[in-house]
């Protein structure tokens, strides 16, 4: 264990990517001298390879056990279960944390990310959590900061029209980038850094969440207890985007939607706007993909689009799956 009370808690979740994950652990002990006292937190999801044994041979080899913990989890139980993991772990020392970092394996971390991130949130009384700006290798931005999703951005997102774009930009999800930070509704979780009152006033994040829209819905419980969300570029981040996810990028052709990610969207609607907002925005999205769709073929456009994907939306949609909120 470190000598002083450890005042930020990284926390990184591996399914099958011992590789990438060691990488990540690389790039953060490479620029520990900017640290304040720290602790990893790696949990490893049930991964079906030897994650496990690779990571912790790597962690002995190198001799950083003192830095970081490794938590073998029981069962693969998504990606908010595998924070929780980490946070219950990390919540249980005396005293916490002040800051809690949670940074995706398929990352690495730019000299001086983590410290920009924690000079932020200490200056910005008001800002609950910070997100970094993630950037391909050759440091190409990606969009990483967004406002909420409604039934108009669930239409407009998906007809990929200019004009509509443009007389309906404040309500587009992915918002433009600036060179200075800025306040945002929801942020990229590949590296979003939170102060320890926000993970006191939010708590735990909600496990019936598979993968994807855990985080969004911890922002909006965050905004609901009045804190801020900020995107703060000069905190850089290599992100190899759906490297440890399996969901890639959009400009390349998309696989398959998994089941999972129909499921949180569908409970992120509900659970957060209502009956009505969700299945407007279910309409709206149904609609705009079908619209898109038409204009595609007519237009000759290339086909990036994920297979089966009107399909997938109908058969998960509230009209056929109803409101529950209760896990199948």
Not at 173 to 193: K, R
Not at 263 to 290: H, M, P, Q, V, W
Not at 304 to 318: A, G
């Amino acid at each position: 264990m470190t000598k002083h009370p450890i005042k930020l808690a990284i926390i990184t979740v591996n399914y099958g990517t011992p590789e990438l994950t060691i990488r990540c652990i690389e790039s953060v002990i490479q620029d520990q001298d900017q640290l304040p006292a720290f602790r990893l937190y790696i949990v490893d999801n049930h991964s079906p390879d030897a994650s496990v044994e690779q990571i912790g041979d790597y962690l002995k080899t190198h001799q950083l056990e003192d830095r970081v913990t490794l938590i073998a989890a029981p069962e693969n139980g998504g990606y908010a279960y595998g924070n929780n993991q980490a946070l219950r772990t990390a919540l249980a020392q005396d005293p916490l944390p002040e800051y809690f970092w949670l940074l995706n394996p398929d990352t690495q971390i730019r000299p001086g990310a983590a410290r920009t991130l924690i000079e932020f949130l200490q200056s910005h009384p008001k800002a609950g959590l910070a997100g970094s700006r993630l950037e391909d290798e050759d440091g190409t931005p990606q969009t990483s900061a967004f406002r909420f999703h409604s039934p108009i951005s669930e239409f407009i997102g998906t007809m990929q029209l200019g004009v509509l774009d443009k007389l309906f930009g404040q309500h587009l999800v992915p918002m433009a980038l600036q060179d200075q930070p800025f306040q945002a509704e929801w942020l990229a979780g590949a590296s979003v850094m939170m102060k320890k009152q926000v993970v006191k006033d939010v708590g735990l994040m909600d496990e019936v969440y598979f993968l994807y829209f855990e985080e969004v819905d911890y922002f909006v419980a965050a905004r609901d207890k009045g804190w801020q969300a900020w995107y703060v570029p000069e905190s850089r981040v290599h992100h190899m985007v759906g490297a440890a996810t399996g969901i890639s990028d959009h400009r390349k052709k998309a696989p398959r939607r998994p089941q999972y990610w129909f499921e949180s969207r569908r409970r992120f609607f509900i659970k957060n706007f209502g009956k009505t907002t969700a299945l407007f925005s279910d309409l709206a999205l149904i609609s705009g993909y079908g619209l898109w769709r038409i204009r595609r073929f007519l237009q000759r456009k290339p086909d990036i689009d994920p297979p089966h994907f009107l399909s997938d939306l109908i058969k998960n949609s509230v009209l056929r799956r109803g409101f529950s909120l209760d896990p199948e």
